[in-house]
T-cell receptor, first 117, second 114 residues
Framework: EADIYQTPRYLVIGTGKKITLECSQT?????MYWYQQDPGMELHLIHY???????EKGDLSSESTVSRIRTEHFPLTLESARPSHTSQYLC????????????????FGEGSRLTVL | KQEVTQIPAALSVPEGENLVLNCSFT??????LQWFRQDPGKGLTSLLL?????REQTSGRLNASLDKSSGRSTLYIAASQPGDSATYLC?????????????FGAGTRLAVHP
């Protein structure tokens, strides 16, 4: 069973508010990811990190930002939420792969469903 | 271009049937392939991970096969149950210029009715 946790699970806020979605994992994984998923639609990678102080933008442009100060923690922040940010945000981490440092199995949290009014 | 396709997009079957879900990918240079299950409004649960050197993996009623040369993987579900109803996603990790890139399929939405 994966030990990766997201809070809050559900959040309803007004336009213009600053929000932070929390993601923590206790597996010691270096690689962590944020995906965005609209209902019934595909997952889109918006941020990833290969370790402490490493963050990169993903395939889908996002107005959110991330930080990676500790291995186990990868929070996502929206400085000024808008209705277009309404979506589900999924955090994931990956185990080390086989020899060569490649990436192994991917584990997901339960997701944070954000609604911006 | 590296792509992952899942067919069918949706499937509805009576309880007890054996099922095959398909995943195809365009590039045989893969590192691994992972099958996930997603319940509505929830995160993804890892079902099976197949390394590129493996041909299949099994867990309970689930069996996943991998054929790199033809760019295909199948997820076999034996004796389906209503609790198997969910969306099943295939994710392929491709080699990409010294790194690896994970690409998800769009999923197969499965409904198993009593």
């Amino acid at each position: 069973e994966a030990d990766i946790y997201q809070t809050p699970r559900y959040l309803v806020i007004g336009t213009g508010k600053k929000i932070t979605l929390e993601c923590s994992q206790t597996m010691g994984h270096d690689k962590m990811y944020w995906y965005q998923q609209d209902p019934g639609m595909e997952l889109h990678l918006i941020h990833y990190s290969y370790g402490v102080n490493s963050t990169e933008k993903g395939d889908l442009s996002s107005e959110s930002t991330v930080s990676r100060i500790r291995t186990e923690h990868f929070p996502l922040t929206l400085e000024s939420a808008r209705p277009s940010h309404t979506s589900q945000y999924l955090c994931a981490s990956s185990a080390p792969g086989l020899a060569g440092g490649m990436t192994g199995e991917l584990f997901f949290g339960e997701g944070s469903r954000l609604t911006v009014l | 271009k590296q792509e992952v396709t899942q067919i069918p997009a949706a499937l509805s079957v009576p309880e007890g049937e054996n099922l095959v879900l398909n995943c195809s990918f365009t590039d045989s240079a893969i590192y691994n392939l992972q099958w996930f299950r997603q319940d509505p409004g929830k995160g993804l649960t890892s079902l099976l991970l197949i390394q590129s050197s493996q041909r299949e993996q099994t867990s309970g009623r689930l069996n996943a096969s991998l054929d790199k040369s033809s760019g295909r993987s199948t997820l076999y579900i034996a004796a389906s149950q209503p609790g198997d109803s969910a969306t099943y996603l295939c994710a392929v990790r491709f080699f990409s210029g010294g790194y690896n890139k994970l690409i998800f399929g769009a999923g197969t939405r499965l409904a198993v009715h009593p």
